[in-house]
Nanobody
Framework: QVQVAESGGGLVQAGSSLRLSCEVS????????MGWYRQAPGKKREFVAA????????NYHGNVKGRFTISRDNAKNTVYLQMNNLKHKDTTIYFC??????????????????WGQGATSTGSS
């Protein structure tokens, strides 16, 4: 049984950093492309970042490029999302997905099936 589990969410302030982790079990992780999406209340789930199985292909949404970094440790079956210089609009729920299939408008693709439960980045005053 495949399991996808995010961790690392928490309270953040504008300008701070947060690192999310996503551990995958039940499949050959080192052959899986991995991705991160996020979804704000009332909005569509949107693409954030993706990394190919070998780590050589990386893509970011323009809204996070230069601030977020996706990485992976195949020995730990884990993909990470380092988020720096967080902004208010970044405070939402982040989801990890196995083998992400992107769309031209960066919204969710119905072909994306293997999701984690989500990790929340919450803004603090």
């Amino acid at each position: 049984q495949v399991q996808v589990a995010e961790s690392g969410g928490g309270l953040v302030q504008a300008g701070s950093s947060l690192r999310l982790s996503c551990e995958v079990s039940g499949r050959t992780f080192n052959r899986d492309d991995m991705g991160w999406y996020r979804q704000a209340p009332g909005k569509k789930r949107e693409f954030v970042a993706a990394m190919g199985w070998s780590g050589s292909i990386i893509n970011y949404h323009g809204n996070v490029k230069g601030r977020f970094t996706i990485s992976r440790d195949n020995a730990k079956n884990t993909v990470y999302l380092q988020m720096n210089n967080l902004k208010h609009k970044d405070t939402t729920i982040y989801f990890c997905v196995v083998d992400p299939q992107r769309t031209p408008d960066n919204t969710d693709n119905p072909s994306n099936k293997l999701w984690g439960q989500g990790a929340t980045s919450t803004g603090s005053s």
